[in-house]
């Protein structure tokens, strides 16, 4: 505790003066005097002990001499003393409350009810637990009438109320007893009065019964006797209206209180001093020994007393007659004082403060009341302003229930200072917000000047300095944190205070003071470990600053504004410092790799977590920095992108050499593509570290906040740019690798394909292409289990496209066989389901480039057999009729309809339009000839012809013809109608006017269930005629096929055709 805050003790407890000793201890002398007025207490007890007291006086005894600190001798001494001393007088302190459901003994069914009571000194007890008549007397037969006390007439009512308190004097409480009658008083009236107030049956009976009494006489209402023996020293309950008779038993109930107190107390205390004075005392001394004797220490108690030092202080207040109020205020008084020197749990002084306020009333003190009670005020505001002021040191978060009792302390000053008995006797009322605000600037001052010397450096320098301070910004922000989390909440809720706010403002301007101070001699020759130590004092300074944000008001700028710039010179050295130890950490880290997976889910090594590390120290450098000003912050950054990319590209160059290196001392060609495949996977990783640093280090925000001072496209050209070029090392890096490992898979499969293309062995195709799937599935699934999935794909896309110009190369090498064709063919399409990898690999775009599309079409035409070639044919012409429009050759126009039931196609020629003249004379002599294609599949189909229509460019045949073939065939691949329009001539061959194609798939009633009954029905369709172009890749491949007569045959009849043709490539 505070000693200047302590009052010194020394003045007797019967002395007034305005410095009255109110302290825990006392004098020799004043200890005796006080002993013996609580040894008198006890020795004079009345009453029966109320069941939370101790009953045993011997107990009290024992307790009182502890509490005292007395000897057996000092205590038997005064013990003696007491005896000698003059008893006191004994008296009950009996009040009359009020009355219910009494008797009505007038004519108007209430009574004017009275009481008399008084003391029988000498109760008799009754001979037999039944004989109640001794008991039930009256009390003018018992006490004498000079003993006998009065209360007034309460006139009609059944619920009389009184509340009148008689002080009754006895010797003996083992042989007096209290009594109390109640009485229906009766004045002298007329009968003509009485039966005016007549209101029943049962007020005539009462008027005939009056009739027959003495006038005046008053009637018995009931009556209470109680031995005083059976009394507690406070007493308030109802008691039952004893009957003397058993007329009426039930005659109501009597509220009364009793007291049992003294008068003439013959102890030097009692006579000297105001009976509150020495009860406080009392209570001092009896609360100053339950704190020391408190086992967790007076912190923690919170103001509950033992048994034994209850029972003596109710015993003293009762026998004294203290009235609550004066109780509560000596108890007030004393425990606000011994708070200043013990220091306890003050919510306890709530309860008081509450008492005190709710029963206040300044007339009921004397002068010198007043002034004790002022002087506590002043001096428990004054003493709790000054443990606030210290709070951080009275209060520590270390010790337990610090919080509540800092707590319990600002609410105890809050409702001091709202109180009636605060306001009305402290004529200056203090402003306790600005009080406390005062306080607790000035502690704060106190407490950094404290942490400032004691965490002063011993050797003096700036690196010391710059440790000392950071330190030092450790222990205010730590600080600082708890006023916000912690002390902050009770002073804005008791005070309406911001005690963050205030701290901070006052620290802030302190810190910056101080350091100033301290940096003056910085400059950029400063030693690494100089700039190390200013670092960590820039970040601390940094959090510091940061805190300015839950400041909800200030006046002004802050003293840290612009502390960035106290460190401007020692930037270069923090950035180069980054850069090394990334650096060295880089080389480490690749000298350590032994280029192996470092995990079992993951394909890159060691070195790049080391790697990702290192890039991460570098952006946190960055993020602590945080460079307030923006043209400066770019230049940090151009600083650190730089750094990045010369560390990756040393990496990219360092890791090569090292995978190199190993396969040197091994000699093993499968370890050295493992290697390799590592090296490629950790440069894409590499590039994914590099592509997330503008994300990481936030460069947009960067733009945004440089963006009035550099020029946009600055930092395009300056960032980005480095950034761009960097990933486009990258890739070329991870390109080279890649392309290493697929020359070194694309040697093995050109020697298969070529295997492939050459043998001529006649197993099937499926079996042929065996080895080269069994060499793909056993070098890609290696790989793939080695790289990345990224990287693998780039090697399968390479792989693909040196695939297909191998086969491209293959397939233009073959003789015209189709079985040959048909072994690349397999493989083609075996090695899209490999690179494919059901979803696995490469995606079908990816797959389907042109190259492929064309390979793929030319290969299935070159191993069909024959017929499929002519099949394929037809289905192209066919696709070109259905795509043709024009009728530049002209058309011509059919019916066609297909009886399932007779197996018969029925096709009528209408007519020709728009033919082109073919003879001299202007015009064309046409007919038409039908047959059905392919001929392969329709051979006894003849071929039919309409008749020649002479001289005419839009002939009319009207002709039908009909043709016997199975459905199955109509469906077949290009199976079709051929109609062939010829200009007949005489001496030579027949010129061509056009061909169209009818697919017999879309026959009119071919997947009817039942035939059409009429061809009129069926609609007409006009066939535009088309020309065979000069060249066809089909036909070039039958005519490759020398041993094939039907393949000759065919080509044959379709190059005639193709003469005629005037269509051209």
């Not at 640093?693 to 906040?705: H, I, K, T, V």
């Not at 000839?929 to 329709?938: A, C, D, I, K, S």
């Amino acid at each position: 505790m505070d000693a200047a805050n302590q009052t010194p003790a020394g003045t007797l407890p019967g002395e007034e003066s305005p410095d009255m000793d109110l302290s825990h201890r006392f004098s020799k002398q004043e200890l005796a005097l006080l002993y013996e007025e609580v040894l008198y207490t006890i020795w004079h007890r009345l009453g029966k002990p109320e069941h939370h007291h101790v009953a045993d006086s011997r107990e009290l005894y024992t307790y009182v001499q502890k509490a005292f600190g007395m000897d057996a001798e000092e205590h038997s001494v005064i013990m003696q003393q007491v005896k000698d001393l003059e008893s006191p007088i004994f008296c009950l302190k009996a009040t009359v409350k009020e009355a219910k459901w009494i008797l009505g003994k007038d004519v108007s069914g209430f009574s004017d009810p009275y009481c008399l009571l008084g003391i029988e000194a000498r109760s008799q007890e009754p001979a037999h637990p039944d004989h109640k008549k001794r008991m039930k007397a009256v009390v003018k037969d018992l006490i004498p009438e000079d003993q006998i006390h009065r209360t007034q007439v309460i006139s009609q009512t059944l619920s009389p109320v009184w509340d009148e308190t008689f002080i009754l004097e006895f010797e003996d409480t083992e042989t007096a007893s209290f009594h109390l009658d109640m009485w229906d008083s009766d004045a002298v009236e007329s009968v003509r009065h009485k039966l005016g107030e007549l209101t029943d049956l049962h007020g005539l009976k009462r008027i005939f019964k009056d009739a027959r009494k003495d006038k005046g006489q008053d009637d018995f209402l009931g009556n209470v006797v109680i031995r005083l023996k059976d009394l507690h020293c406070w007493n308030d309950r109802w008691y039952q209206l004893e009957p003397r008779t058993e007329t009426y038993p039930n005659r109501g109930q009597c509220h009364l209180q009793f007291l049992l107190t003294h008068k003439k107390r013959a102890t030097t205390c009692s006579r000297t001093q105001p009976s509150y004075t020495v009860h406080r005392h009392l209570l001092q001394q009896l609360v100053s020994y339950e704190i020391l004797q408190h086992q967790a220490g007076s912190i923690s108690w919170d103001g509950e007393l033992s048994r034994h030092a209850s029972t003596v202080l109710y015993l003293h207040a009762t026998q004294k007659d203290l009235s609550d109020f004066h109780q509560v205020m000596a108890q007030w008084l004393a425990y606000s004082k011994l708070y200043q020197s013990l220091e306890f749990n003050s919510s306890c002084l709530l309860h008081q403060i509450t008492s005190i306020e709710y029963q206040w009333v300044q007339e009921r003190l004397r002068p010198e009341q007043k002034a004790e009670l002022a002087e506590s005020f002043q001096s428990l505001l004054a003493y709790g302003v000054s443990l606030i002021r210290r709070f951080r040191i009275i209060f520590p978060l270390s010790v337990p229930r610090s919080m509540e009792r800092l707590q319990s302390l600002l609410q105890v000053l809050v409702q001091m200072c709202k109180m009636k008995a605060f306001r009305e006797l402290c004529t200056l009322s203090p402003d306790l917000p600005q009080m406390v605000s005062t306080a607790l600037k000035s502690g704060t001052k106190e407490w950094f000047h404290m942490k400032k010397q004691h965490l002063q450096p011993m050797v003096k320098s700036v690196e010391e300095n710059g440790k000392a301070l950071s330190r030092l910004l450790v222990e205010v922000i730590g600080d600082l944190q708890q006023c916000q989390n912690i002390w902050n909440k009770f002073f804005i809720r008791t005070l309406k205070l911001n005690l963050f706010s205030i701290a901070y403002l006052e620290l802030e301007s302190l810190v910056a003071e101080h350091v100033q101070e301290q940096l003056h001699e910085v400059d950029s020759s400063m030693s690494k470990p100089t700039a190390e130590s200013l670092f960590q004092l820039y970040m601390n300074l940094q959090e510091l600053y940061r805190m300015k944000d839950f400041v909800p008001e200030r006046d002004g700028p802050l003293a840290l504004s612009n502390f960035h710039q106290w460190f401007k010179e020692a930037v270069p050295q923090w950035l180069q410092k980054a850069y090394t130890i990334a650096l060295e950490r880089a080389q480490r880290a690749v000298q350590m790799d032994q280029l192996t997976p470092f995990g079992e889910h993951n394909k890159h090594s060691t070195s790049t977590v080391d790697l990702s590390t290192c890039y991460a120290q570098i952006v946190k450098t960055w993020q602590q920095l945080n460079w307030p000003d923006p043209e400066e912050a770019f230049m940090i950054m151009v600083k650190l992108v730089e750094d990045i990319c010369k560390i990756a590209l040393m990496y990219c160059r360092l890791i090569k050499e090292r995978a190199e290196a190993l396969s040197l001392s091994e000699q093993s060609e499968a370890k050295a593509a493992n290697r390799l495949c590592i090296v490629v996977n950790n440069i894409k990783q590499l590039r994914l570290l590099i592509l997330k640093l503008p994300s990481q280090l936030d460069w947009a925000q960067l733009e945004q906040r440089t963006g009035p001072v550099i020029d946009q496209q600055q930092i395009q050209h300056t960032l980005h740019h480095q950034l761009d070029s960097t990933v486009s090392c990258l890739d070329h890096q991870v390109r080279d690798v890649v392309q290493a490992l697929a020359t070194k898979l694309e040697k093995g499969i050109a020697r298969h394909i070529q295997e492939l293309s050459s043998s001529n062995d006649t197993r099937e195709p499926e079996d042929s292409i065996i080895p080269l799937m069994k060499f793909l599935e056993s070098e890609l699934q290696y790989l793939n289990e080695h790289l990345v999935q990224e990287n693998f794909k780039s090697l399968l896309t390479l792989l693909w496209h040196h695939t297909l110009d191998v086969l491209s190369a293959a397939a233009g090498q073959q003789v015209p066989l189709a079985q040959s064709y048909k072994k690349l063919h397999c493989a083609l399409k075996s090695l899209e389901l490999c690179f494919y990898a059901e979803g696995c690999g490469l995606p079908l775009d990816t797959l389907h480039t042109p190259a492929f599309l064309s390979l793929e079409t030319h290969l299935a035409l070159c191993s069909a057999t024959s017929r499929k070639l002519i099949q394929k044919y037809f289905s192209n012409r066919i696709q070109q009729q259905l795509d043709t429009s024009s009728e530049k050759y002209g058309a011509v126009t059919i019916k066609a309809l297909y009886r399932p039931s007779e197996q018969k196609l029925r096709v009528e020629v209408l007519n020709a339009a728009n033919l082109i003249p073919l003879d001299s004379n202007g015009s064309s002599d046409p007919f038409v000839q039908l047959t059905l294609e392919p001929r392969h599949e329709f051979p006894e189909v003849v071929a039919r012809t309409t008749q020649c229509k002479r001289n005419e460019l839009h002939p009319l045949f009207d002709e039908a013809f009909d043709f016997l073939i199975p459905p199955e065939k109509c469906r077949q691949e290009g199976a079709c109608l051929l109609l062939t329009v010829f200009d007949y001539d005489t001496l030579g061959s027949n010129d061509l006017e056009g061909e169209a194609f009818f697919p017999l798939c879309h026959l009119p009633g071919l997947d009817a269930q039942e035939d059409q009954a009429d061809l009129g029905r069926v609609p007409q369709t006009r066939l535009p005629l088309t020309h065979p172009k000069p060249t066809d890749e089909i036909l070039r491949l039958l005519e490759s096929r020398k041993g094939d007569k039907e393949a000759q045959a065919f080509v044959k009849l379709r190059k005639q055709r193709a003469k005629q043709s005037k269509e051209t490539d």
